[in-house]
């Protein structure tokens, strides 16, 4: 049972351009949402996240916005670079319920083409 | 900045055999995550430890068990391997405590033949 979706497995977006990454969750009692970066051979990099109690974090290049009552979560990047291109896993938890250990999405390869 | 260290980055074993992977957390964080990645799948949570305790458990078979040390580093070990325990084991830590981030190591990517 897939807790965390996303349901596009693939992006490209040309350098400069916004990259929007989307990702869709089922479980109502997760309160805490990040994402993750992951090149080839390596783990996943944590690059931001945001809490239940906020609809918007904003990091450089990077924003989360998180809509609880569409159970929607979504990462845009601006503007695009070509070292953006990776997987991006988005994850969520419920600490508030004790849960801490992540429920992953199925990623998203992001390709910013130069 | 130090890292999560995971050893080996690579075991190969024969079905049936027993496999042990190591976590070293980044320095003062107290909780350890183990997750298993099949190939063209998600991070799967197995289980966590804090504060040398098993905190959560997830979906981790009976044939495996796991443990984490005075030092705060944690042994993953796998008995009785099958081909399909082929994956990454990542290992992550962080600070008890909510929304504090988990910090993935490399991983270790099991093959069984």
């Known amino acids: 049972d897939q807790q965390v979706k996303q349901n596009s497995p693939s992006l490209s977006v040309q350098e400069g351009r916004i990259s929007i990454l989307n990702c869709d969750y089922t479980n109502s009692m997760f309160d805490y949402f990040l994402w993750y970066k992951k090149y080839p051979a390596e783990g996943p990099t944590f690059l931001i996240s945001?809490?239940?109690?906020?609809d918007k974090n904003e990091d450089g290049r990077f924003t989360v916005f998180l809509n609880k009552s569409a159970k929607h979560l979504s990462l845009h990047i601006v503007p695009s670079q070509p070292g953006d291109s990776a997987v991006y896993f988005c994850a969520a938890s419920a600490p508030m319920a004790g849960a801490n250990n992540l429920f992953f999405g199925t990623g998203t390869r992001l390709t910013v083409i130069p | 900045a130090a890292g999560v260290i995971q050893s080996p980055r690579h075991l190969i074993k024969e079905k049936r055999e027993t496999a042990t992977l190591k976590c070293y957390p980044i320095p003062r964080h107290d909780t350890v995550y183990w997750y298993q990645q099949g190939p063209g799948q998600d991070p799967q949570f197995l289980i966590s430890f804090y504060e040398k305790m098993q905190s959560d458990k997830g979906s981790i078979p009976d044939r495996f068990s796991a443990q984490q040390f005075s030092d705060y580093h944690s042994e993953l070990n796998m008995s009785s391997l099958e081909l399909g325990d082929s994956a990454l084991y990542f290992c992550?830590?962080?600070?008890?405590?909510?929304?504090?981030?988990?910090?993935f190591g490399p991983g270790t990517r099991l093959t069984v033949l």
């Open positions: 992550a830590s962080s600070l008890a405590g909510w929304g504090n981030e988990q910090f």
């Open positions: 945001i809490s239940s109690i906020k």
